[in-house]
């Protein structure tokens, strides 16, 4: 089966630029429990305890966004062949979930009581999220975005939610036909690049441009990591299981054998590539170094949606790919902001009360560079009421 070929040195080296001056500001006092400015942060970086990510356990959704304690929606990665190419094929037939619906931890909580009941010490652990709230603290001091979390302290345990989901729903609807089609791609470049079985376990070549989208399928996930002094349970979306044949799925830790897929618009130009490893890199290595995910697959498409070359990342390679140039960033800086703000909470919490009912709000001011952490009493709890542990 064909593949694409890799594109060669799309980027160009340059110096490093000088450290950028961060303006001072003041917090609102309303309701505030605690608060703290993260400004001279950058200037005083200490090295993180990270510990490797290692999964505890997994479950889907299927076709209809039911919970399956299973990995019935795992898919195996086998990248596109010659003629898989379009990615707005099957674009009116897709199938997606109902994203006005906030799901808050249901799901990862669904899991948490299933491995609790297998023996799982709760007690262990500190933090209960999701990636994408771990992985918007991560890159608090390089995306240039405000941010908000939602907490709850129940049996010691923080459980951190989306804050920002109104805000978020809100720019979905809002998107334009072009923007939808454009999510669409990235959807797309998965069904793809992935099969329901291995490679090897195959007949027949591939041809999945016919392939529906279903956006209520989905894989999870559920593993424990250690930031600092911290403990964390964490779920997070995987796409594929590697394509690596020599991998074992009996490994005691699966996150190692997934593997992030990813779009990106073909780089034709220098300023075009600069942008490539400021920010898209950037987010790639997050978001996969924070699950132990060890490598990143890109698909370069045009402004067409036709995909033109698929390129493997490394995740522990990346960071490299920047070092030393005036656009790098520091995944040092990264992790420092991420035990900080972990710490901060973790301090703030120590003396409230454990009541599942009482909502706090974290406020990220990136300009700011500040923390402010309120209690919010029009906020209802999103703790299942069956979520018993």
Known sequence: MSRFNAPKNYMKSRSKSPPRNIQEGSINSANL????????LKYNLKPVNFQQPFELGHFSYGKNREFIWDDSALSYLILPGKEETDLSSQYSNRIEKDITVNEHLDGLLKGIGKLVERGLNIEDYQFVSYRGMINKINLSYYERNDWTLNLIKYKNLIF???GNFDEKLKSNLDQSDKQKLM??????FENLSTYSKPAEELEEELNRTECVVNTKEEYCSIYKT??????????????CWSDNTSLNKN???RLENYIELK???IIESEKQAVNFEKFKLLKFWSQSFLAGIPEVIVGFRDDEGQLKSVQRFSTLKIPSLVR????AWDPNICLNYLNSILSFIGQSFKDLPNDRELVYKLEFNFNQKSLALRRDPTLTSYLPQDFLI
């Not at 429990?33 to 001279?40: D, G």
């Not at 999510?183 to 797309?188: E, L, R, T």
């Open 251 to 253: 490994n005691p830790n």
């Open 33 to 40: 429990i605690n608060s703290a400015n993260l400004n001279r």
């Open 324 to 327: 030393g140039k005036t656009h």
């Open 183 to 188: 999510s669409y791609w990235g959807y797309k």
């Open 226 to 239: 250690r930031v600092g002094n911290y403990k964390l349970i964490l779920g997070a979306e995987v796409d």
């Open 160 to 162: 951190i939610d989306n």
């Open 263 to 265: 779009t990106s618009r």
